[in-house]
């Protein structure tokens, strides 16, 4: 995965992480959805949108594999709308979200700036 593309989705993962950890508190997390007419779902849901096209885009198949996290967080989300089975959706995201985080961390980074990697050892100093 390319390092800038990694990047990305480490940080929009992270941010999902933690509105997913921050939504699924029991009061809390229902108390500011109904107050802001349920503006976090649509936001998640857009977000998710962005992370599955930012994996389709990723010219490596280490995101095809985490295609279906993006996909399940925007079903869920929408589900979510329901008031108590969307606490539970929201941990069930969070739980994802983790995951999905630490497999962004252990893949590869592969930087495109080199052509061939043989390259740095044939330079004459």
């Known amino acids: 995965m390319k390092s800038s593309i990694r990047l990305i989705l480490l940080v929009l993962g992270m941010i999902m992480l933690l509105k997913e950890a921050f939504l699924g508190i029991p009061a809390l997390g229902g108390i500011y959805i109904f107050s802001v007419g349920w503006a976090p779902l649509f936001t998640n849901i857009m977000l998710y949108i962005v992370i599955a096209f930012i994996l389709v885009a990723g010219r490596y198949n280490h995101g095809n594999e985490l295609m ?19 606490m539970v959706c929201h ?6 979200m983790l995951y999905f985080v630490i497999r962004v961390l252990s893949y590869p ?3 495109s700036h080199r052509a061939d990697p043989r390259s740095i050892y044939n330079r004459r100093y």
């Open 68 to 86: 279906y996290i993006p996909v399940l967080g925007a079903i869920l989300n929408i589900i979510a709308f329901i008031p108590f089975i969307g």
């Open 91 to 96: 941990w069930i995201m969070a739980l994802f």
């Open 109 to 111: 980074a592969y930087s």
